[in-house]
């Protein structure tokens, strides 16, 4: 297995296979790069874009893809993704940053949700297409996925899914087989501010693990950006989770923290736990384990 830091600052943390910098994140700001560090983009959820070209937010009968819509589960507002400025701007950001790092990994290029593609853009663009509705919005999707590797090149390229294995292809135009051809590895956010249950987190790896024919590394959340440290798992149920998906067969596990310090913090809790490791023996996480114990030696 390998395992890697999602991170919101350009600060490299020893003890991972992959350092990932959240260049742009859905707020729509964005960073500078580190040439040392692989680099996510968050593509058509744009807080900012969206604020300052509201005729360019995705559309459905349920109203738009923005926060303040309560009959979706939307954590940011997302832009059309038939908007030609807009394709134009993530793809020259996609490949300007790829020439400069370690490789790319992308969230957000998905449809909002179930429902949209009815703005005037999509409706032209569907009925021209001549496909069926589920299938064009798919296929959007695959498009522009197929457009940023182009930008990236030869450099790893990371394509980041929504943690719904049974319905991403209704829902988000997700075709798993068809984003396969572009992707190095699938990066599935399980970020959640518990992990009370594991064993949900496990199904949902074990899921897919069975469907994608490329790497997938899920995603455990520490800390970030702004959350209080009380609301919060600590180390325990993070780490017990890692080790009951680590025995999935799933190819890595990647953490998110706000900045360095904290996940830093987070090592160091995980390294200072001895009877959690100990009692964690036998769950079948056994790299999980064997990362701790790297941690440990850095940390000495």
């Known amino acids: 297995m390998k395992f890697g830091m999602f991170i919101y600052e350009p600060t490299p943390v020893e003890g991972f296979d992959l350092q990932v910098y959240r ?3 859905e707020r729509g700001i964005v960073g500078t790069p580190n040439p040392e560090m692989t680099t996510n983009i968050a593509c058509f959820g744009d807080n900012n874009m969206a604020s300052k070209h509201p005729d360019w937010v995705a559309q459905s009968a349920n109203g ?4 303040t819509n309560k009959k979706y589960n939307l954590r940011w507002d997302i832009v059309c993704n038939q908007e030609k400025q807009m394709i134009d701007y993530m793809l020259d950001l996609i490949e300007k940053t790829a020439d400069s790092t370690k490789g790319i990994t992308v969230s957000s290029m998905h449809v909002a949700d179930h429902g949209f593609c009815t703005c005037p853009r999509c409706k032209a663009a569907h009925a021209k297409s001549g ?3 589920l299938e064009w919005r798919a296929q959007t999707v695959t498009d522009f996925i197929g457009a940023a590797k182009e930008r990236v090149k030869n450099k790893p390229f990371y394509v980041g899914l929504l ?3 049974v319905n991403c292809y209704e829902r988000f135009g997700l075709d798993l087989d068809a984003l396969a ?6 990066v599935v956010p399980h970020w959640s501010k518990t992990y009370a249950s594991p064993w949900y987190f496990e199904s949902l790896s074990r899921g897919f693990k069975k469907l994608l024919k490329k790497p997938v590394y899920p995603g455990l959340y520490i800390r970030g950006p702004g959350d209080d440290p009380s609301e919060l798992e600590n180390h325990t149920q993070i780490l017990k989770t890692a080790c009951r998906i680590a025995r999935t067969g799933v190819d890595g596990l990647i953490f998110l923290a706000a900045n360095a310090q904290i996940m830093k913090d987070f090592q160091k809790a995980c390294v200072e736990d001895v009877k959690l490791r100990e009692d964690l023996e036998g769950y079948g996480g056994k790299p999980v384990l064997d990362l701790v114990d790297k941690w440990e030696s850095i940390l000495k």
Not at 64 to 67: H, I, Q, S
């Open 131 to 133: 496909m069926e509705l």
């Open 163 to 165: 943690p719904d294995p």
């Open 23 to 25: 260049l742009k994140s």
């Open 64 to 67: 738009p893809a923005l926060r």
């Open 181 to 186: 051809e572009y992707a190095t590895a699938f």
